[in-house]
């Protein structure tokens, strides 16, 4: 004998158990890109410290003799930061 579930529900769940299980999912999914874009912050963060500490690197080692050649470049791409 071929036992069928009751009308309206998909794998044997009543329509409450329906509910909560589309209920757990959405917060499971809404709590996964909460804590991706925690870890995105995160990571920006860290990001812009490596860059700030390149930069400050890169900076100190241009020859005095490229500073203004180089500062013509970072005009044309419109780049913040200036040689002294």
């Given at each position: 004998?071929?036992?069928?579930?009751p009308?309206?529900?998909?794998?044997?769940?009543?329509?409450?158990?329906?509910?909560?299980?589309?209920?757990?999912?959405?917060?499971?999914?809404?709590?996964?890109?909460?804590e991706?874009?925690?870890?995105?912050?995160?990571?920006v963060?860290?990001?812009?410290?490596l860059?700030?500490?390149?930069?400050?690197?890169?900076?100190?080692?241009?020859?005095?003799r490229?500073?203004?050649?180089?500062?013509l470049?970072l005009?044309?791409?419109?780049v913040?930061?200036?040689?002294?």
């Amino acid at each position: 004998m071929v036992t069928r579930p009751p009308i309206g529900s998909v794998d044997g769940a009543d329509p409450a158990q329906q509910s909560v299980r589309r209920w757990q999912t959405a917060r499971t999914w809404a709590r996964l890109i909460r804590e991706a874009e925690a870890l995105w912050r995160v990571d920006v963060r860290a990001l812009r410290r490596l860059a700030s500490q390149e930069l400050f690197q890169l900076v100190q080692e241009v020859p005095p003799r490229l500073r203004r050649r180089v500062n013509l470049w970072l005009v044309r791409f419109n780049v913040l930061t200036r040689l002294r």
